[in-house]
């Protein structure tokens, strides 16, 4: 596989439900992110890990939670979620050195929160 | 404000020129970029532009960046059915890896 991939593809769960969205770089890169699009809103920075370290945390609600096991992996554990945390929950890549360091994004994981 | 701001949607015939239009907040922005979102697709990087810059081409696509104004646009010539698709804006501030996106540009190509 190339590129950034994300499992599941779609995932429906109730508010009480425990989940956990997966990501995976096969770019060799350093840096990984989480995202959120709702429909018709900017793109929501929710968080962002160097080498394997948090470095940006965007006042993200607790219920979601980041982990980074290693540079190639990035999960987003999920729990007691809102209706209103429904979204497009989109991960990207990037190489952690500077100028026109380009962020790659996989499809995303359509989250539907009943 | 910390916004970048995007017109929601933009319809054009087939074989015209598509302009979609962005304004961003941060004179100091290094670079400005242009992604494209397909249905059911994650974002796919078009083209950025440096902020040295005033404009880039790159085939059918050219960027033009007005930093006095703070706006960025996307010119796409002889547009096809195949680039509709949700089009945003996205500035890099100067501090580490955080781009700020805006709302993204629907555009609708007609036959």
């Known amino acids: 596989e190339t590129g950034v991939t994300q499992t599941p593809r779609h995932l429906v769960m109730g508010m009480t439900n425990k989940k956990s969205l997966k990501c995976e770089q096969h770019?060799?890169?350093?840096?990984m992110y989480w995202y959120k699009q709702s429909a018709k809103k900017p793109l929501e920075l929710m968080f962002v890990?160097?080498?394997?370290?948090?470095?940006e945390n965007n006042s993200v609600p607790s219920r979601f939670s980041p982990e980074c096991p290693n540079s190639s992996h990035l999960f987003l554990h999920l729990h007691t979620l809102q209706p209103e945390d429904s979204a497009l929950y989109l991960c990207?890549?990037?190489?952690?050195?500077?100028?026109?360091?380009?962020?790659?994004f996989g499809p995303g994981t359509r989250l539907t929160v009943l | 404000g910390e916004d970048v701001e995007q017109s929601l949607f933009l319809s054009v015939r087939e074989g015209d020129s598509s302009v979609i239009n962005c304004t961003y907040t941060?004179?100091?922005?290094?670079?400005l970029y242009w992604y494209k979102q397909e249905p059911g697709a994650g974002l796919q990087l078009l083209t950025y532009?440096?902020?040295?810059?005033d404009m880039k081409q790159d085939q059918r696509l050219t960027v033009l960046l007005n930093k006095k104004d703070k706006h960025l646009s996307l010119r796409i010539a002889d547009t096809q059915t195949g680039d509709s698709a949700i089009y945003f804006c996205?500035?890099?501030?100067?501090?580490?890896?955080?781009?700020?996106f805006g709302s993204g540009t629907k555009l609708n190509v007609k036959p």
């Open positions: 990207a890549s990037s190489d952690t050195g500077n100028g026109d360091d380009e962020q790659f």
């Open positions: 770019l060799g890169h350093n840096a």
């Open positions: 890990y160097s080498l394997e370290e948090r470095v």
């Open positions: 941060d004179s100091s922005s290094t670079y």
């Open positions: 532009i440096f902020s040295n810059m």
């Open positions: 996205a500035e890099r501030r100067n501090n580490f890896n955080k781009f700020y």
